[in-house]
């Protein structure tokens, strides 16, 4: 297939280290949230929540609570 999507699922790779001196801008920010905001979930469910750190404090404190599915 040479559909374009399927060329860049075909290239894609995982970050292994961050530069935490870039910050990703309001406008890149805007457009992956309404993309997490319209992912299709089963039966329109939309089970999940997002939670955007932007401060360092509060990637600081979000380091310090554990790491398991909260039940709401």
């Given amino acids: 297939m040479t559909h374009p999507i399927i060329t860049d699922l075909k290239s894609r790779y995982t970050t292994k280290r961050y530069d935490t001196s870039k910050r990703v801008s309001q406008e890149d920010l805007a457009v992956v949230t309404e993309a997490m905001r319209l ?34």
């Fill in 39 to 72: 992912s299709a979930s089963s039966i329109n469910s939309q089970p999940w929540k997002f939670i955007v750190l932007e401060s360092n404090e509060a990637k600081t404190r979000a380091g310090s609570v554990p790491h398991y599915p909260v039940c709401a």
